[in-house]
């Protein structure tokens, strides 16, 4: 990436590295990686910019990256930060070893568990979604078609209003910890045999457990069975549970997942 338009207090720092636009993830910001740095740069105000408070009051508290730069400028933010080292867990090295893979989940899981949230700058109810999913949905911002197949049309909901009516009448009571809110495997690292860190934590904040148990579910699953192209055979995405020492709650895993779907 050329450095016009840069804020100069980033550019200070960058100087004349190379920079290469970071593809993995479903992040609207772009996203340059440089060898000891990462750059995010993104429309101000955004709720993904949320990710530099909670860096801010994570940082000691589990291994994120460190705020470096943040700048507002002409109606963009621009965040600086650490880059972590590593291999991100959908990595085919990690993929390959379902031992390494589940006990950096488990490991990644119970740190955030066992954060004191006391002073936590989000607390992200079930309401606050179910609202934020509907302003969502009055601007259309939720298409059908990537979604789950089975989410809408025949046996399905027939429309994202239905499903926000379906989430308003089913809500689960909550069992309140420290999440991620994007536990996907992308956003974890290991350094091979222990799990080393996390990225991405615009929607951390504290929540019920089960946002992140869903999304680390169906993150293990769409990544062993070829809905990215490869296929691990000896990956059962229930045994998260096991690794985390959790019980398998149907109905929970349902609901947290079809939530995901209006964001």
């Known amino acids: ?11 200070a720092v960058i100087g004349n590295a190379a920079g290469q636009t970071d593809s993995v993830g479903m992040s609207a910001a772009r996203v340059i990686l440089y060898e000891d740095y990462v750059l995010k ?17 994570l940082s000691g508290r589990l291994p994120v990256p ?13 965040l600086l930060m650490t880059r ?15 031992s390494l893979l589940l006990d950096c989940l488990a490991e990644a899981l119970h740190m955030l568990w066992s954060v004191d ?19 969502i949905i009055r601007a259309g911002g939720v298409d059908p078609s990537r979604c789950e197949p089975e989410t809408f049309g025949p046996g399905g909901f027939a429309s994202p209003e ?30 091979g045999k222990h799990f080393t860190g996390m990225i991405d934590l615009g929607d951390c904040g ?15 699953k769409h990544n062993s069975d070829g809905h990215f192209g490869s296929v691990y055979p000896k990956i059962d995405p229930d045994d998260l549970f096991r690794a985390v020492g959790v019980p398998k709650d149907e109905e929970r ?11």
């Open 206 to 220: 504290i929540a019920d457990r089960w946002r992140d148990l869903s999304l680390g579910w169906r993150s293990l």
């Open 1 to 11: 990436m050329k450095n016009e338009g840069m804020p100069e207090s980033i550019a």
């Open 66 to 78: 460190k705020v470096v730069v943040h700048e507002i400028t002409d109606g963009k933010d621009w």
């Open 41 to 57: 740069v993104r429309p101000a105000g955004g709720r993904d910019t949320d990710d530099v408070r909670i860096l801010e009051w």
């Open 117 to 135: 949230t006391a002073g936590c700058p989000f607390i992200r109810t079930i309401n606050d979604e179910l609202n934020d999913a509907e302003k």
């Open 162 to 191: 239905d499903l926000l009516n379906w989430l308003r009448v089913n809500e689960p009571v909550s069992e309140y910890v420290l999440t991620h809110g994007d536990f996907c495997l992308p956003n974890l690292f290991t350094d």
């Open 84 to 98: 972590l080292k590593g291999l991100i867990l959908c990595d085919p090295a990690v993929m390959s070893k379902p």
């Open 253 to 263: 895993l349902r609901y947290y997942l079809l939530l995901d779907e209006l964001f």
